[in-house]
């Protein structure tokens, strides 16, 4: 709760300092927009989770995107010498599209979340649906009636300080000139994160491999190879049968346990002996004589377990089938909706690679740094939503480009493509990067201050928006450029 209202906080003075008046009356829409979300998840009877806390938070920093879509075709308009009235009308007409466009392909995203998603997976999923319905609503209807009331009544609206007026405004990058630099860079990662993956694998959660984790909370530090070694003869078998993972978690006093013993006896009986096993084992690292009772009432204010998830072998398959299947689904209902949307497959390829190519790079960061990081980067199904999530985020930005290219195609048909590829990337920038900001610092937000729990989690999501937001600009639109290019040639 501190994560998300210092997260929210951060959103509201990053759009009110960067757009004026224009800012603050969208931090009107966004209080209102979380009224109206909380509103529906109350009349749903949601439980709120903590993924589905990080939703919110999420959905705060997505929430003006489409604010700043709008207000960047404004600020356009005014550069092009039409009146304060103009401009508005003009600007909100103009970003309609664009806004329908991006919020649609992450829905698609959240309902596949939900669909394959179970527990915990589908309380993100929920937040971020009904999130992005109500921030849509807010952004187009809220804003619009206080700015139209406010210029009605002769009041000067302004969307921009002199400092951020043109700020982005008058780039000239040549992006496709410069796209096999990024295939270079890109294609680097890419086999790094292969190696990767076939050599150091994945921390792979209890949810993937079957079995029991705890988080153990001690009356004093300690280390983990303190646990490990009074751990080390504690379950029956030998080493290479009973697999024991031991992690700090959190403070220096908490460490999270991972054994498969018995993973396959998903039994009241063989949990109570995991329980006892423990205790048996851990009990000396007190500095009172704990007792059994109070070792294992898995309550958060006292020491002891204070937390226990058990899955069982077939369950656990079941989950890696649905994770897969889950991503899949996502990729290949993306793909048709862009095909669909801008009358090409070319675009829709140049979408899916780029897709592909964020979950692959965020994937390969995981297994690179497990173990190096002082938190745990563990592949559970808080994983696969983020993984999900960043599809559904990158492919939003992907889209807002892919329209401007198909705006511009329209008004300029004798334009070389790539010509009109590279205006439609410099005259989008301010919003990818404005975008892009807002949500980075809202997860920044969550990952310092909100606990171990899902530091992974929102660690996964960090990359991806730092990821998403570079392919968009340099692999998805530069691969649709190729391909047009390749079948234009093969056409003549």
Not at 133 to 142: D, E, H, M, N
Request: charged letters at 15%.
């Amino acid at each position: 709760m501190f994560s998300f209202i210092i997260a929210f906080v951060l959103v509201l003075i990053y759009m009110g300092v960067f757009y004026s008046t224009g800012g603050w009356i969208s931090c009107i829409a966004l209080v209102t927009n979380l009224f109206l979300l909380m509103g529906v998840l109350v009349s749903f009877g949601a439980v709120l989770t903590l993924p589905g806390i990080a939703g919110i938070v999420l959905t705060m920093g997505m929430a003006v995107d489409a604010n700043v879509i709008i207000y960047e075709r404004i600020k356009e308009e005014l550069r092009a010498g039409k009146g304060l009235a103009m401009a508005i009308k003009d600007g909100y007409s103009n970003a309609y599209s664009a806004i329908v466009d991006g919020q649609l392909t992450t829905m698609i995203t959240g309902i596949v979340l939900f669909i394959f998603g179970n527990g915990p997976v589908q309380g993100f999923a929920t937040t971020l649906i009904i999130g992005i319905l109500t921030s849509v609503f807010t952004s187009i209807f809220i804003t619009r009636l206080i700015i139209d009331a406010c210029v009605n009544k002769g009041k000067n609206v302004k969307f921009s300080y002199k400092w951020s007026e043109n700020m982005l405004a008058n780039t000239n990058f040549d992006f496709i000139g410069k796209r096999k630099i990024a295939y270079i860079v890109s294609g680097t990662m890419l086999v790094l994160s292969i190696a990767s993956f076939a050599i150091r694998g994945f921390n792979m959660g209890v949810e993937f491999t079957g079995g029991r984790a705890y988080v153990v909370r001690f009356d004093q530090n300690v280390s983990a190879d303190d646990v490990r070694s009074a751990l080390e003869n504690a379950f029956p078998g030998d080493a290479s049968s009973v697999s024991l993972e031991v992690k700090q978690y959190g403070d220096e006093n908490q460490m999270r346990i991972v054994t498969q013993y018995k993973f396959d006896d998903t039994s009241e009986e063989a949990t109570a002996e995991v329980d006892q096993l423990l205790y048996d084992n851990l009990k000396g690292l007190y500095s009172y004589d704990i007792t059994l009772e109070g070792f294992t009432s898995t309550q958060n204010d006292q020491n002891g377990i204070i937390s226990a998830d058990k899955i069982g072998p077939s369950i656990a398959r079941d989950m890696t089938r649905s994770a897969i299947m889950a991503v899949i689904f996502s990729l290949i209902a993306i793909a048709l909706y862009i095909i669909l949307r801008f009358k090409k497959w070319q675009w829709g390829m140049g979408a899916v690679v780029s897709l592909t190519h964020n979950a692959l790079l965020v994937m390969g960061l995981f297994s690179l740094l497990y173990g190096l990081l002082p938190f745990a980067l563990e592949v559970n199904q808080s994983f696969i939503a983020a993984i999900l999530t960043i599809i559904g985020y990158s492919i939003n930005d992907t889209v807002v480009i892919f329209d401007r290219i198909r705006e511009y195609q329209v008004l300029y048909p004798k334009r070389e493509i790539g010509e009109n590829i590279n205006k439609a990337i410099n005259s989008t920038l301010s919003r990818t990067l404005n975008t892009s900001g807002t949500t980075f610092v809202t997860l920044l937000a969550i990952f310092l201050f909100g606990g171990e729990t899902i530091r992974g989690f929102v660690f996964a999501l960090i990359l991806g928006v730092i990821i998403g937001t570079y392919s968009s600009v340099f692999i998805a639109t530069p691969i649709a450029y190729d391909i047009l290019r390749r079948t234009d040639k093969k056409t003549k």
